[in-house]
T-cell receptor, first 115, second 109 residues
């Protein structure tokens, strides 16, 4: 398996523009997470999907952020409009349903820079 | 996360042992974890320990858990240049993990 796939790997945009980040989880995994990593706040959970349904979006910063998971193999995180403070590395992670412990498989991340 | 604290930096000479420490607040976590993040990559599970255990050894890695003090440590024996990375302590059950800020380990020759 190729692991969790994220695109783009790098995104540079101007303030006010719409940004869409994409994620393909590992096949057969039924849980998907979006995280944001910054120097100031570390790794923050933004939203968690289980079987394509958003279960916990309490970490989504504000209405400018939205996430969707239309099917088991694809998810998007959208920021509209983007602001400089959104600059961060955004990770997608997935886990299988079975298992006693919570091993999350992370993608390589998207480094977002908002000018 | 504010529930998990760890020191930010560690510098170690190649061949020496590295010890990374972590304190956590949620005593109900069934498992505690160490994740590793190499430059430009996502986090990868390195090892985990069941909360009823005091110690777990896996090749060069030794995890020690002191539940009374809510203290977790990761020891890497014979540290190599490939061990240079950020190491995250994490706790949690169900789906939600709380990660520490990460300890950047630098291995010098």
């Amino acid at each position: 398996d190729a692991g969790v796939i994220q695109s783009p790997r790098h995104e540079v945009t101007e303030m006010g523009q719409e940004v869409t980040l994409r994620c393909k989880p590992i096949s057969g995994h039924n849980s998907l997470f979006w995280y944001r990593q910054t120097m100031m706040r570390g790794l923050e959970l933004l939203i968690y999907f289980n079987n394509n349904v958003p279960i916990d979006d309490s970490g989504m910063p504000e209405d400018r952020f939205s996430a969707k998971m239309p099917n088991a193999s694809f998810s998007t995180l959208k920021i509209q409009p983007s602001e400089p403070r959104d600059s961060a590395v955004y990770f997608c992670a997935s886990t299988p349903e079975s298992g006693f412990y919570n091993e999350q498989f992370f993608g390589p991340g998207t480094r977002l820079t908002v000018l | 996360g504010e529930d998990v604290e760890q020191s930010l930096f560690l510098s170690v000479r190649e061949g020496d042992s590295s010890v990374i420490n972590c304190t956590y607040t949620d005593s109900s976590s069934t498992y505690l974890y160490w994740y590793k993040q190499e430059p430009g990559a996502g986090l990868q599970l390195l090892t985990y320990i069941f909360s009823n255990m005091d110690m777990k050894q896996d090749q060069r890695l030794t995890v020690l858990l002191n539940k009374k003090d809510k203290h977790l440590s990761l020891r890497i024996a014979d540290t190599q240049t490939g061990d240079s990375a950020i190491y995250f302590c994490a706790e949690g059950d169900d789906y939600k993990l709380s990660f520490g800020a990460g300890t950047t380990v630098t291995v010098r020759a």
